[in-house]
């Protein structure tokens, strides 16, 4: 199984990104995905997350601002970044709880990152 992000990039403060998530390899179901952020010198932290039936929960410094969705028949999440601030800098990682084949239990996966910066 592969979880790969991309769509980061450097942005003026106010801009707007999206991110995409995409699982591959061999996976009979995905439960909840989501993105967290790691900015140096901080801990991983959680942006958003969304079920298989999106439901959705979003860190509270985020909330209004950004939107995630996922496309189950393609195995992607997606994060829409809009007002970005300077704060948002940080290494976007995606994350995948994946069921690799029937009655397996579910594993988390994560994707290498995606840095994002945002300038003054």
């Known amino acids: 199984v592969q979880v790969v992000e991309s769509g980061g990039g450097l942005v003026q403060g106010g801009g707007s990104l999206r991110l995409s998530c995409a699982a591959s390899?061999?996976?009979?179901?995905?439960?909840?995905m989501g993105w967290y952020r790691q900015a140096p010198g901080e801990q991983r932290e959680l942006v958003a997350t969304i079920t298989r039936d999106s439901t959705t929960n979003y860190a509270d410094s985020v909330k209004g601002r950004f939107t995630i969705s996922r496309d189950n028949a393609k195995n992607m999440v997606y994060l829409q970044m809009n007002s970005l601030k300077p704060e948002d800098t940080a290494v976007y990682y995606c994350?995948?709880?994946?069921?690799?084949?029937?009655?397996?239990?579910?594993?988390?996966?994560w994707g290498q990152g995606t840095q994002v910066t945002v300038s003054s």
């Open positions: 994350n995948a709880r994946i069921v690799p084949m029937k009655l397996a239990p579910a594993i988390d996966y």
């Open positions: 390899g061999s996976i009979f179901s995905i439960y909840t």
